[in-house]
């Protein structure tokens, strides 16, 4: 493995973590969800990477809309 590639998976692992964090900061910022739910959704940003962060955050932008 060279160090471009180790550079790459080092930004990849940040842009991330990032991520996460802002999906859960937003998620704890807002009023649409319960304590126990919104405990149960920051489980799912953190226990399943990048997928469980887009769908919180896509589910959180469609109750603001609906």
Do not use: C, H, N
């Amino acid at each position: 493995m060279e160090v471009s590639d180790i550079a790459g998976w080092i930004l990849f692992v940040l842009a991330l973590g990032g991520l996460q964090t802002l999906a859960t900061m937003r998620l704890w910022r807002t009023d649409l969800y319960a304590r126990d739910q919104k405990v149960a959704q920051t489980r799912l940003i953190w226990f399943v990477p990048l997928v469980g962060a887009v769908l919180v955050l896509m589910m959180m932008r469609e109750a603001k809309q609906g």
